[in-house]
Each structure stands twice: as C-alpha cells, then as structure tokens.
C-alpha cells in the first residue's frame, strides 16, 4: 500500500510532507476543508509516509460492508448525539492506543460559514496533547503535516495562532474556507464540533 500511494501521489504531481511527530498521541488538525478531494489526499498521504492517522466519523455510517472499509482506513464512529461526552470519548479512545493520531476538520463542512468548531481544542487540552498543523497546499501541490504545537490558554488565542500556522496555505476552493473565529451565541461543545458533515 505504501508503494502504491506513493506513486500515485508522484503520478498526480504530488509532494508527501512528513514531520514526525513528537509523541505517540494527538490532533492533527485538518483546515482548510473546501472539497471531497481532500479526503482523497490525506488518505494517499497516510498510506505513503505510514502515518497512522485516525479520523471521525458518523456512527450510523458504520454499516456493513462500509463499516470494514471505514475502519481499514482509520474511522472512529462517533453518535452525534453525545455532545459534550464525545470529547471525553475520543481523548479515552485516543489515549487506550499505543499510538494514535486523530485527524479533525474543525470547519465541520465543505461549505463556507463564518465560524469553526471548537471539539479539536478540548479534545487536545482534556487529554495533554499537542496537535499537528495538518495541510493540503493546491497551489504547491503539498500535503502533510507542517509541525506540531500545543494548544493556547485560550479558544480566542488558538484562532489567533491558526490565523499564522495556515495564512500561506492555498486550499481547492478559498470561497468555501471558514472564517477563523468563535461563534457569535456561545462556544459551547456540542457532537457536531467535532464531526464533519
């Protein structure tokens, strides 16, 4: 598999970034979210560097015969019922592997809306990891992970800083990017901060 990802990503133009990480648990942090094609990418870049990366799906979309190829490629169901536990449900799960890295697209949509979601931070923070400034570059036709940092004190302080870790990243679609702020009513968690659409 890895032979093949590898190739394929050379075939396709592109360039496998890989930082090792600094500890055997963490969020790699997936933004700018703008297209399917992401997915596509990240999962050849897993594959071609051995990243053992995780992600977060919907629990109701583990059905069989989706369920065993979702996990082959690194799924963790999550309900999105389960708010607030959700956050303590992943840092368990994370923290019971040897290794685990666990990949969050904190816009939470294709589409463009002007705030994102907060599960990545509390996740990182209830379990004392850092997080990795995960990329898809369009315009260098670069993907991987640029380096790894823990959290700030504070939401408001992260969104500063991601402001920096991404500012010359290019995405698929820059129409469709989230705006790097809090949500107007609250910051309140709820499951959806944490699962994608």
């Not at 703008?34 to 053992?52: A, I």
């Not at 509390?122 to 379990?127: Q, T, Y």
Request: proline share 6%; aromatic share 14%; hydrophobic share 45%.
């Amino acid at each position: 598999m890895k032979w093949l990802a590898t190739r394929w990503l050379k075939a396709l133009g592109w360039t496998p970034i890989h930082t090792p990480p600094p500890s055997p648990h963490g969020i790699i942090i997936a933004y700018p979210h703008t297209s399917n094609w992401d997915f596509f990418y990240s999962v050849l870049w897993k594959f071609s560097v051995g990243f053992e990366l995780r992600w977060v799906a919907k629990s109701s979309l583990f059905f069989f015969p989706l369920g065993i190829f979702m996990r082959m490629l690194g799924a963790i169901g999550v309900s999105r019922q389960g708010g607030q536990n959700n956050v303590t449900a992943l840092s368990h799960a994370m923290l019971k592997h040897t290794k685990c890295w666990l990949a969050i697209a904190p816009e939470g949509t294709r589409s463009h809306r002007p705030y994102i979601k907060s599960g990545f931070y509390h996740i990182a923070r209830a379990a004392a990891v850092p997080i990795g400034i995960g990329f898809i570059d369009y315009e260098k036709k670069e993907v991987g992970i640029r380096y790894y940092r823990m959290v700030k004190d504070n939401f408001a302080e992260e969104l500063t800083q991601l402001a920096e870790d991404y500012a010359a990243i290019k995405p698929y679609d820059a129409s469709k990017v989230c705006d790097l702020k809090m949500r107007v009513t609250s910051d309140t968690i709820i499951s959806d901060d944490i699962i994608s659409d």
